[in-house]
Nanobody, 119 residues
Framework: QVQLVESGGGLVQAGGSRRLSCAAS????????MGWFRQAPGKEREFVAS????????YYADSVKGRFSISRDNAKNTLYLQMNSLKPEDTAVYYC????????????WGQGTQVTVSS
């Protein structure tokens, strides 16, 4: 079992930046493929970014590519999402997720943190 707790959400103006964190506990964090998802009001949850256990490979949704950066610190059992040049359409609840391999389903989810971007 892996427990995930997100933090760092809040209100930010368009064009601003925000960094989300996801603290993991339980089983070894290092071996897990980690990701960020988001869900806007009235929309389905969507993939934002993911990162391999080593941090060597990262993947991004086209909508955030070049603006968001995912990273992880395995020594601190923490996942990050640096969000720059934020837009009102980035407003959503952001979720941290984990899976045992890159092809597995996303087994573990955090409770989410709200990010609101004002225009």
């Amino acid at each position: 079992q892996v427990q995930l707790v997100e933090s760092g959400g809040g209100l930010v103006q368009a064009g601003g930046s925000r960094r989300l964190s996801c603290a993991a506990s339980g089983r070894t964090f290092t071996g897990y493929h980690m990701g960020w998802f988001r869900q806007a009001p009235g929309k389905e949850r969507e993939f934002v970014a993911s990162i391999a256990w080593s941090g060597g490979s990262t993947y991004y949704a086209d909508s955030v590519k070049g603006r968001f950066s995912i990273s992880r610190d395995n020594a601190k059992n923490t996942l990050y999402l640096q969000m720059n040049s934020l837009k009102p359409e980035d407003t959503a609840v952001y979720y941290c997720a984990a899976r045992v391999t890159i092809v597995a389903i996303w087994n573990y989810w955090g409770q989410g943190t709200q990010v609101t971007v004002s225009s």
